[in-house]
């Protein structure tokens, strides 16, 4: 449902162009979760509500819709021969699931202590730090490919009920697979954060593909990959594993433009059916 709404988006006139004969181009999913590619003359800057965005030397740029994205977004351009442009980008609304997670250790759904909080709220802070990354890279420009194929077993923007209590949104896509199965690289990047044990997420990997672009892999068992180094699409970076709040092993995909959290998903074809 989710890509036919996309296609259909994608489809409606005037979206696509600014609308006079200055370039102003975008392709991606017009829908909450979504990411867009922006394409307009180089030596421009853009605004994307009001926010500066980074800009290629190609006139490449990114927008990201967030899982509660409000209907419009606008997206305003200036060209280096001092004309203006803007488009205003129509956000299609999702519907999410409720998907209801019992038999986690208590300490994991409601931690309470001072040092676990304390602890939570330390690795909330590095793994902030490795997404404010503004790298000119434009890894991202290569078509995604699934870090491993299997069976889905939990969808982006899902309401998560705790043992029975109602928690956060999740923000990612979950594949089981056993643990000690190979993670691939579903692009290239830089790692910018390898942790091997975080509270929430257990064994945490994050890989940055350019312009605040970023891949998070949780619950891991096991890290092949460092800090600082480059990795090419395609490349085992990490091992499925069950640490963290979990039931069972499996890999949680999730992607951030900067704090905006998009829904890997859409990024890449359908899961292939074995």
């Not at 000119?136 to 290569?142: E, Q």
Request: include cysteine.
């Amino acid at each position: 449902m989710i890509r036919a709404v996309f296609c259909l988006l994608l489809s409606m006139p005037g979206l696509l162009w600014a609308g006079d004969s200055l370039p102003l181009t975008f392709k991606g999913s017009f829908i909450q979760g979504g990411l867009l590619q922006g394409h307009t003359l180089p030596g421009s800057q853009v605004r994307v509500d009001g926010k500066a965005v980074r800009i290629s030397d190609k006139g490449v740029f990114l927008v990201g819709f967030g899982r509660d994205a409000k209907a419009e977004s606008l997206v305003q351009v200036s060209y280096s021969d001092g004309r203006t442009s803007q488009r205003v980008l129509k956000v299609a609304k999702r519907e999410y699931r409720i998907q209801r997670i019992d038999g986690l250790p208590e300490q994991k759904v409601t931690p309470r202590s001072k040092e676990d909080l304390a602890r939570i709220g330390k690795e909330a802070a590095l793994s902030r730090k490795a997404r404010k990354l503004d790298d000119p890279r434009t890894d991202f420009l290569a078509d995604f490919i699934w870090p491993v194929e299997g069976p889905i077993s939990g969808v982006y923007g899902s309401q998560r009920v705790l043992n029975g209590k109602p928690r956060r949104p999740h923000f990612g896509i979950d594949i089981a697979r056993p643990t000690g199965t190979l993670v691939k690289a579903p692009a290239a990047g830089v790692v910018t954060m390898a942790h091997s044990d975080m509270f929430f997420s257990g064994g945490t990997l994050i890989l940055d593909h350019g312009h605040g672009l970023s891949s998070s892999f949780l619950h891991l068992s096991r890290i092949l990959v460092k800090k600082g180094q480059r990795i090419e699409q395609g490349e085992a970076i990490a091992e499925i594993g069950a640490t963290g709040r979990v039931t069972g092993a499996h890999l949680d995909w999730r992607m951030n433009l900067f704090t905006k959290r998009v829904d890997p998903e859409l990024l890449v074809p359908p899961m292939p059916q074995k």
